[in-house]
């Protein structure tokens, strides 16, 4: 379908998916904070994130253990 909107309720129209979109528009970045939040299965939330990174709703990015320090100088 051309309808924008319709092809937007098609990738996060389930619930769980609309759950993650939701958290992660709230700065959750990282599986365990997400399966935490949402008290969902690791299965079910890597099928729901394949989904969203597959459809162009979400990124994965690398995992980083520290942040970036910036020198002043």
Do not use: K
């Amino acid at each position: 379908m051309n309808c924008s909107v319709a092809q937007c309720l098609e990738a996060v129209g389930e619930w769980w998916s609309l759950l993650i979109v939701r958290d992660a528009l709230l700065g959750v970045r990282r599986f365990d904070d997400f399966q935490a939040r949402l008290g969902i299965s690791r299965n079910i939330l890597t099928q729901r994130l394949n989904y969203l990174v597959a459809t162009g709703v979400l990124q994965r990015v690398p995992y980083q253990d520290h942040r970036l320090v910036r020198s002043t100088d």
